[in-house]
DNA sequence: GTGGTCTAGACCACC
DNA sequence: GTGGTCTAGACCACG
């Protein structure tokens, strides 16, 4: 099984980071549905090259947010979740991010109006880049 | 000389760092102006509760940036900037928390709307809090 | 691994700075190579007979400059670096050096010839000392 | 009396040291002739914006090297030395500089020919900025 | 008084 | 094992 992660090797942020992020991204969103058996911890290491201790800090996370399970000798599986239980976690993440954008924007004197326009303009450039 | 700078000690971001982003935000937004002569690095220190050093990271760190000036024995000012520099470098910081705003959202499928929703929304609360 | 950096006790120029200097041209003359992985800051400090911390600001420095790259718990490695540039790195410092040394010759109102003389003469005893 | 005495507050150089080799260039190239009195710690300092125990430091410095001679009451005045003496002193830090030049060349793996090039190359920037 | 260097040691996060 | 943060304290150089 084949999962849409991307390593970002420049970024300074932790690779066990990234990956738990993109991959709490897969399921909340529902494009990795309820249920499914994720590749086991050694192959996703090697799916995306980094040490196996890597990949079973993600699995541990995920499962102490209750999103992933994993049942002895079987595997990893993604957890059963209330229906606005996921759509919440969905959007909350975005929310965080959105609020530090304005927060940022707030310590250099941003006005409302200069706030929309960089968010267009955000919203324009990831088009683009898409 | 005092300096409107806020440390959550809850934060799991690095001391010098809450500290640097917050006075380079005075400085690029002009809160701060050219030319103007900072506390000490010990006086800030005690001002911020914190140690010495963590200061001194800070100002070195804004002086490789280009921001600040230091001279021994007379202390760390504010450096002169050309004009444009300085609106870029204001801007620079939130339009790229914008994008991984944009980015976070567009990983769980939001779409634009969705996107506009948040964006409202965090303005609003934004406002509230103030 | 080892690195042909030597220390000179004597010298007024601070150790990290020396360090830096050393291991700088190490790198831009490709003597180090693109991707190495550089002694941990603990071995090189022990190497060195230094401070860990000491080490730590030199490679810190560097990455700065763009010069390294370090991952937390993997190691610093040498950075990846577009080919002109590194070349202009490494004469940069050379020209900056050789600009000096005329600054200080026309101060003494040397003339043309003198210079000339006088920088035959290091090479000289460069050639000599080697 | 006036001196020729530039001080760049740009660079990291110790202002101490700007005056002090300037001062020190003048009197071994003969631009001051043994023998002058020279401007007061006082007027010096204002001459060049600078604190008067900036200049007394240079002062006191170029004094123990036998370069400057301070009567009680009278001020300080460039000192007699013996010609050949003068004469090595003028030269002694282009010499030193240029060495310096070329030790970081070999640092990098100039060749001579490499390093006769930027000597010529500083020598003619050097020439244009005059 | 200012900043700069070097040291030590503790504790944490990452792989 | 790796680097990163924060702390302390001593000593020096500059103005």
Redesign the pocket.
């Known amino acids: 099984m084949w999962l849409p992660i991307q390593i970002n090797e420049q970024s300074a942020e932790?690779?066990?980071?990234q990956i738990e992020v993109q991959l709490r991204a897969l399921i909340v969103s529902g494009q990795v549905a309820e249920g499914t058996l994720l590749p086991s911890i050694r192959e996703l290491a090697q799916m995306l090259k980094?040490?196996v201790?890597?990949v079973r800090r993600v699995y541990q996370d995920l499962e102490t947010e209750g999103l992933l399970r994993t049942r002895q000798g079987t595997g990893t599986y993604v957890a059963k979740a209330a229906e606005g239980d996921r759509d919440r976690l969905r959007l909350s993440s975005v929310a965080e991010a959105m609020e530090a954008a304005i927060t940022a924007g707030r310590r250099v004197q941003c006005t409302d109006e200069e706030l929309r326009a960089l968010f267009e303009e955000a919203l324009a450039k990831d088009k683009e880049g898409r």
Request: aromatic fraction near 24%; charged fraction near 0%.
């Open positions: 932790p690779l066990y980071y980094c040490s201790i890597t």
